[in-house]
């Protein structure tokens, strides 16, 4: 490595650090990540800065090759067959229409009116037929990452949503398969090269290649995950089998195209994709390939999305946004068709017919991929279809997600969490279910300062606890909930059946938005998934007694101190309301000597607090003193 190289590194490695922390800039706005990246990596290249010189990109090509290596690992992995069985019928017939209709739709009229995009007027109509074709398996292609993010964003769930993130992945590998052919076939066309039995005698057999290269490059993994190393090295090791499939590719095109009478091209791309899903579908380490593949993602893509922003001409992206917008337009619609298609093919439920394109707009990491690999073969249009492409792409990251959310929301598969309330002052607490423990638990969280109510299924002939406030109702329901003062509640604790506390809970979760729920689980592990899922905290009595044992024998004091087994001592959760007190470190606090602060709680992170952890609004802090001292002091952080 020589020193301007590795000057040239360092400083791209600059360039990619300023553009993270530009992207996260753009985030704020609302704005795609991928978008700041691209307009870093604009800024910092020729069109402006000139950082990032054009003489030295081809360099950095070795950059490209290990990101397209790891975006074909990521949409692999995806493609988890038994998480797509349940809706394999809609999958199917959707990614038939968005497939089919939108790439061949869209490559004809892209063809018909070649003449109206400038850098295809002077092409022959045989590579026209290439760029429309190309143009069509591009506008495909859709953004696996995105649609997840969504999905995990707005906690979707349901048919509508098990379709879209089944299309999306299906798609992404038959667009990169197609592309392996279609890529082929247009260098053939455009070297001006004779179709034959020889030549797709020659592309079969590229393709067959590919496949067990896969295989074997799945098998490599497989072995790599098994090791007992640091993730770091595994991570690193990936992405050195990912590059060495690139760089075992052009080895075998260089050779054969010395030796034989034509070049054998295996695409890193489609062996990248098969030993990926090999990895996900038949091996034990899926998991871990996964988390794996997460964490070396977010790096890689900053690294490649910059890149490509820095061989971009700015002035040439001003230039044809109108053919960028005008080709938005038609993916729109060909997807639009598409969509209704796959919703009445499948017999899918009809309120799907029109918002069934939705969850496909946005794209990224796959189509920006199979555009550098166009730009970097064909030379003398590929950078102009590039140019056209990431503008097209950039539209789709501003509309696609919102379009998708809404389409979520307009099937009522979103399963966010109601706003929490507001705290009134009076520490609240809902109790369901009328029984022994729920009365016990009521009167001790009386004597702690909490205004408890029990809720009964049951009708009250005689209300003998005279000092509990108890109230019956018919049944879980909302409109029965409605009559209760939930609104206003800061806890939920469940005591009924696994099925009621669950019922309880989610109307809770859709409704109210309660901070804490509580659950006492009794042993349905089908309804215990189900709680996970809300968010609640579940506490199963048989492991509880063991947990309870195994801190007293392990921690007596601690233990003793927490469950408010010693005389005068207290512990309490405290969330910091008082605005005077955000900013401020613990040492500042001055709190009593018999008050120690266990921990502080930022945005679900458990802190582990010093004298100088800075307290901010809405922490939760848990305090352990005299109870005198500890109510002094929640006093000061709540009021």
């Known amino acids: 490595m020589n020193l301007d190289f590795l000057i040239l590194l360092i400083g791209f490695g600059m360039v990619a650090i300023a553009g993270n922390q530009i992207a996260k800039f753009f985030q704020k706005i609302k704005f795609p990540l991928v978008t700041g990246l691209i307009v870093t990596g604009i800024i910092a290249g020729t069109s402006l800065l000139n950082f990032i010189p054009s003489e030295t990109l081809p360099k950095l090509n070795f950059l490209n090759s290990i990101a397209l290596a790891i975006i074909a690992f990521s949409a692999g992995a995806e493609l988890y067959i038994k998480d797509l069985r349940s809706r394999i019928s809609s999958i199917k017939w959707m990614t038939i229409g968005q497939l089919f209709v939108t790439l061949i739709m869209s490559a004809w009229v892209i063809y018909f009116f070649a003449s109206k995009i400038p850098f295809m007027n002077s092409l022959d109509d045989k590579t026209k037929i290439v760029v429309s074709v190309l143009f069509g398996v591009i506008f495909v292609a859709r953004s696996p990452s995105s ?42 066309i455009v070297n001006g090269d004779q179709f034959g039995i020889t030549f797709l005698g020659f592309l079969f057999s590229e393709l067959i290649l590919s496949f067990i290269l896969g295989i074997l490059i799945g098998k490599v993994l497989n072995l790599i995950l098994s090791v007992e190393i640091f993730n770091l090295l595994k991570g690193g090791l990936i992405i050195l089998v990912g590059y060495s499939v690139y760089v075992f590719s052009f080895f075998v095109k260089e050779k054969t195209g010395e030796l034989l009478t034509h ?31 997460h964490t070396i993602s977010p790096t890689i893509y900053v690294v490649f999305f910059t890149l490509i922003g820095a061989s971009l001409s700015f002035q040439t992206l001003i230039q044809v946004f109108w053919i960028a917008i005008a080709l938005f337009s038609l993916r ?37 991929g199979l555009t550098t690999i166009i730009a970097s073969e064909f030379p003398t249009w590929g950078l102009e279809f590039q140019t056209i492409i990431i503008g097209i792409i950039v539209i789709n990251q501003l509309v696609g997600d919102p379009l998708f959310k809404w389409s979520i929301n307009f099937t009522n598969e979103s399963n966010l969490k109601h706003k929490t309330p507001d705290f009134d002052g009076i520490k609240d607490v809902m109790i369901f279910g009328l029984e022994s423990q729920s009365i016990a638990l009521a009167m001790n969280l009386k004597k702690g300062g909490w205004v408890p109510t029990i809720i009964s299924l049951e009708e009250l002939n005689d209300q003998k606890n005279t000092d509990l406030e108890i109230i019956s109702i018919k049944n879980i329901s909302p409109e029965s909930f409605e009559l209760l003062s939930l609104k206003k509640a800061d806890a939920i604790v469940c005591l009924l059946s696994d099925k009621q506390n669950y019922d309880v809970s989610k109307i809770i979760y859709d409704s109210y938005g309660t901070k804490d729920i509580i659950v006492r689980y009794n042993g349905e592990r089908e309804i215990y998934d189900k709680l996970v899922d809300l968010g609640v905290r579940i506490i199963d009595p048989s492991l509880a007694m063991i947990n309870l044992l195994d801190h007293f024998v392990r921690s007596p004091n601690a233990t003793s101190i927490l469950l408010g087994l010693y005389k005068n001592q207290e512990t309490v ?31 679900g992170q458990v802190l582990i607090s010093h004298g100088f952890t800075r307290l901010r609004l809405g922490d939760t802090v848990t305090l352990v003193g005299t109870k005198k001292s500890v109510e002094n002091v929640r006093f000061k952080l709540e009021s």
């Open 147 to 188: 649609i997840i993010a969504v999905i995990n964003e707005l906690r979707a769930n349901g048919p509508f949503t098990k379709t879209a993130i089944g299309v999306t992945v299906v798609k992404d590998v038959l667009v990169i398969i197609l592309f392996s052919i279609f890529f082929t076939v247009s260098k053939s």
């Open 573 to 603: 959760d405290v969330v910091i309301r008082n605005k005077d007190i955000h900013g401020m470190t613990l040492r500042d606090m001055r709190f009593p000597t018999d008050v120690i602060v266990l921990s502080v709680i930022r945005a």
């Open 263 to 293: 070049e054998i091209l295996l695409e890193p791309l489609l062996i990248c994709i098969i030993g990926s899903f090999y990895i996900t579908n038949y091996s034990k380490n899926r998991i871990e390939f996964i988390e794996l593949l």
């Open 332 to 368: 729109i619609f060909t997807m639009f068709l598409g969509g209704i298609f796959g919703v009445l093919a499948s017999k899918d439920d009809k309120s799907y017919l029109f918002i069934s394109w939705m969850p496909y707009v946005s794209q990224a990491g796959v189509a920006l």
